[in-house]
């Protein structure tokens, strides 16, 4: 059963879905907007793809540490712990949902052949027929990577519901012979087939350190090699975290960016 979906809205969209008799859909605690009378709001600690109970004690032992391990793991990753759960019943119903920052949203269709792979705090909701879960980049990546440590992944067939910062840019790296180098706050989603690192913005040499120290992207730039879809953001949280501060009269950025960012963490 697809899921019927609209995506409204400029600055800040919101993804409006229409759902038929006993379909579910699911969101991240903190994405809902509004919704029908005749769908219900269920909050679960448990994802889709956290086994099913089965029978007697020993599927709702099983159970119970599946839910347990996903929670561990969103924990861990610093995601929300909860899911909101919402089905329609007695005909049609619709739901809203949008993302936590301004900028624009997709809609992925998964066909159970590959994953898609998106930033941390991006997925907003999902088909029931779809598996969330948590990826970790590598230790290098994650030691060097900042944003990209943390990745979400989902799998299985149905509609995911993604947001991000500033204007969207859909790429192929087969455009691209098959390799991107980015700002690792840029990334917002990737295909599986796609394969995430970490790279020093030059050598120790002085353009290697004119990079680091002047350019704005510290001393790492994330890079994306392979085959598949890419989707980066124009706006970074960091950039609008600095610009927001500048506003207020607390420049932290500095005169030049990169090592002699004053920002506090």
Not at 7 to 30: D, H, S
Not at 186 to 199: K, L, R, S, T
Not at 201 to 209: D, E, K, T
Not at 233 to 241: D, F, P, R, V
Request: contains cysteine; charged residues 15%.
């Amino acid at each position: 059963m697809t899921l019927r979906q609209q995506i409204v809205g400029n600055a800040m969209q919101m993804a409006v879905c229409t759902l038929e008799p006993g379909q579910t859909v699911y969101c991240e605690a903190g994405k809902f907007l509004f919704k029908t009378a005749n769908v219900s709001m269920e909050t679960r600690l448990g994802g889709p793809g956290g086994g099913q109970q089965g029978g007697g004690m020993g599927g709702m032992l099983r159970q119970a540490m599946g839910t347990a391990m996903q929670v561990g793991q969103r924990a861990l990753a610093g995601e929300s712990l909860a899911f909101q759960y919402f089905t329609a019943s007695g005909g049609e119903g619709t739901v809203g949902f949008a993302g936590v920052l301004p900028g624009e949203m997709r809609a992925l269709e998964l066909t159970g052949s590959r994953a898609w792979f998106a930033e941390k705090d991006a997925f907003v909701a999902a088909e029931a027929t779809v598996r969330f879960g948590i990826a970790f980049a590598g230790g290098r990546a994650g030691t060097s990577g900042g944003e990209g440590f943390v990745l979400e992944k989902f799998t299985g067939h149905g509609t995911v519901i993604i947001a991000g910062a500033g204007n969207f840019i859909d790429l192929d790296l087969a455009d691209f012979g098959g390799r991107l180098d980015v700002d690792t706050g840029c990334i917002v989603a990737f295909e599986e087939g796609v394969q995430y690192g970490v790279q020093r913005v030059g050598g120790l040499n002085r353009q290697g350190i004119m990079n680091a120290v002047f350019g704005g992207e510290g001393l790492s730039l994330a890079t994306l090699e392979g085959s598949g879809r890419v989707i980066l953001q124009s706006l970074t949280i960091e950039g609008l975290a600095n610009a927001l501060k500048k506003a207020q009269g607390g420049d932290k950025q500095g005169p030049t960016g990169g090592l002699f960012s004053t920002h506090a963490g």
